[in-house]
């Protein structure tokens, strides 16, 4: 397309991103307006993609970081043909594939969920990491960010992370309109300012004209050009461009237009513009087969090992096993044991640093392009991620999150790196599985069992040593728990997982003594929880106990509790937690502290076995 056809191109989708919003009665027409000839020059100059292959291994890949302005994105589908103008129209409408924010659960185009803002960029540095280390692709990645999401960490953690890995087949666009939602941004349209952040992370850095379609263009192939260093294009725009009524004016974020007909016949009208997207290059697809022999290490009983240590070692195996799995680390591998997997598999690592937001965004990339990451770091610090959790939810994304050091069995370090909160952070996750296991072949069961299931998946390791307690070749489904302790003359149950489990045993042995036989179940997945079991033990035994070392909220003892809500009895329940604020100690006065060690199991399972014979 010539300069002029350019620039009609640009009016169409700003008309048909006009004619969207109006239909749904809501959305960000303005936002949309201004990152028009943005995307007009790249779908028409620069975009190389077969819409009919959205998996084929040279398709450049297009992000939305800016998701509230869809209605653009859409209208780019419509001009390059792959949804037609009457679906163009049913935007934000029930069963519409084209929702207020794109998702790649509804759209085939769509790399990752986006919305939440920030979180564009972080995730294209891990499908930029997918082209340029492990598929060796001549894919490019382009990033369309807004300039009111550059407040957002994350964004400087993409940077950097881009810069020095020197992903220079990576692109953001800047679309730098000067409002935000409820006013001016906090540079403005100062592009200096920002030129000089990015230049500081080691970017390459192009100030450009937004509507300047010529300008753009050259900035376009300067950016493909540019070797050793990603690029970021920095677009001076008007908010609402080409609509007098709107241009450049506050207080209209997330509006249609006043006057839509108004406004598009200022536009010049609608228009069937169609493009013809560049063919994507022949590119083979380097991804291992998925399949693979799994060795998973083994243990004898009896023997002590933490269970991240096992974790790593299971890793490394799986690795081994399978070519399509990679690790992430948040600069703390020799403590979560990630670097048994960089030993032998340099290749498929990635130290992200201390920098959470950018692991699971990465993580969230590479899942996009086909692999199996396990992004790993304390439990206490996945909190700072959770929003990205959240969002590779909505995306779908099959990631495996990995938390050691939980619980205040870690003992002397003290509460700010205890993960007390992870269990119910990650229950909350949509579609997630959440497994907590107590000794070393059962973690190395389960790290290969996460490879096998859908969406977000949790797996929560300990930092002390522990008794190994199962077989090698033990089989631990997901979805499951083991009865460790039971008889016909059980008076309650134990209900247990990870590090109290073994004091659920001891627990167990003590009440014996006492003559109150108690059953012990480990419920290693905690979500989805066995209701069966569970079901079983309060029908047999009339008494549960629940332990755990987390706090009371959202962790093991509502997992329990999830069990007997279909309208049945609920049976007389004692929930064990971590209910105070830890200090500093040991880690057997830190389990005796929170009433979670054996002594305390036993003392609550005696008075909840006197208080039902006495009723």
């Known amino acids: ?9 640009a009016q169409q989708l700003r008309v048909d991103s006009v004619r ?38 040279g398709n450049d890949r297009f992000v939305l970081s800016k998701g509230h302005a869809s209605p653009l994105l859409y209208s780019a589908y419509k001009a390059v043909g792959a949804v037609d103008d009457d679906e163009l129209l049913s935007f934000r409408k ?126 376009y192939g300067e950016a493909a050009s540019t070797v050793g260093q990603p690029t970021a294009i920095l677009a001076r725009t008007l908010k609402g461009k080409g609509v007098e009524a709107v241009q450049d004016r506050e207080g209209l974020h997330g509006k249609p237009l006043p006057d839509a007909d108004e406004a598009i016949a200022e536009l010049g009208g609608p228009r069937d513009i169609r493009v013809q997207v560049q063919e994507p290059p022949a590119a083979r697809m380097l991804h291992a087969v998925r399949a693979g022999h799994y060795e998973a290490p083994r243990w004898d009983k009896g023997e002590e090992v933490a269970t991240r240590n096992a974790f790593g070692e299971a890793l490394a195996a799986l690795g081994s096993g399978r070519g399509d799995v990679v690790a992430l680390d948040g600069e703390v591998g ?31 990339g590479l899942a996009a392009r086909g692999w ?75 790290v290969a069992a996460m490879a096998g299931c859908e969406g977000v998946r949790y797996l929560r390791t300990s930092r002390g040593e522990s008794p190994v307690i199962y077989g090698p ?21 134990l209900v247990a997982a990870g590090v109290t489990v073994h004091e659920a045993l001891a627990a167990a042995d003590a009440l ?50 999830d069990a007997f809500l279909d309208g049945r009895p609920v049976p007389r329940l004692v929930r064990l937690a971590v209910r105070g604020m830890p200090g500093s100690a040991s880690p057997d006065e830190q389990l005796h502290a929170a009433g979670i060690d054996a002594e305390s199991i036993a003392a609550a399972g005696k008075l909840l076995v006197e208080e039902a014979v006495v009723s």
């Open 372 to 446: 199996v990451p396990y992004a790993c770091t304390f439990a206490a610090f996945l909190t700072r991620a959770h929003d990205f959790v959240r969002m590779a939810s909505i995306s779908g994304a099959g990631i495996n999150l990995v938390g050691s050091h939980a619980g205040v069995a870690i003992g002397q370090d003290g509460p700010s790196q205890m993960g007390l909160e992870d269990l119910a952070m990650m229950r909350a996750v949509h579609g997630s599985t959440v497994l907590y296991p107590c000794d070393a072949n059962q973690t190395a069961q389960l």
């Open 334 to 364: 020799d403590s979560t044991r990630t670097e048994a997997f960089a030993k032998e598999h340099a290749e498929r690592y990635f130290e992200c640093y201390i920098a959470e937001q950018e692991m699971v965004a990465a993580a969230v």
């Open 512 to 561: 014996e003594r006492d003559g109150i036989r108690a059953r012990v179940v480990d419920l290693y997945s905690v979500k989805p929880v066995d209701r069966l079991t569970l079901r079983r033990a309060a029908e047999e035994t009339g008494c549960l106990v629940t332990v755990e070392d987390h706090h009371e909220e959202g962790g093991l003892g509502d997992a329990v509790l």
């Open 1 to 9: 397309m010539n300069t002029a056809e350019l620039t009609e191109l």
């Open 473 to 493: 070749d033990e089989d631990f489904p997901i979805g499951g728990s083991k009865v460790l302790r039971s008889s016909a003359d059980d008076r309650l149950t």
């Open 94 to 219: 029930l069963g519409s594939r084209l929702e207020g924010h794109p998702t790649p659960r509804r759209l085939p185009w769509v790399e990752t969920a986006t919305g939440s803002l920030g979180q564009g960029l972080p995730v294209g540095v891990g499908i930029a990491l997918s082209g340029k280390r492990l598929e060796r692709s001549g894919y490019r990645v382009w990033v369309l960010c807004g300039d009111s999401e550059l407040a957002e960490g994350s964004v400087w953690e993409a940077a950097e992370h881009a810069a020095y890995e020197h992903l220079d087949n990576l692109t953001a666009i800047v679309d730098v309109n000067r409002l935000g939602q409820r006013g001016p941004t906090r540079h403005g349209h100062d592009l200096d300012a920002y030129a000089r952040r990015f230049q500081a992370f080691g970017w390459h850095t192009i100030e450009v004209d937004g509507h300047d379609v010529d300008a753009i263009d050259r900035a």
């Open 20 to 57: 969207a919003a109006a239909a749904a009665g809501s959305g960000h027409p303005t936002s949309s307006m201004s990152a028009a000839d943005l995307v007009a020059v790249l779908i028409a100059r620069h975009f190389r993609y077969d819409f009919d292959r959205p998996a084929h291994p």
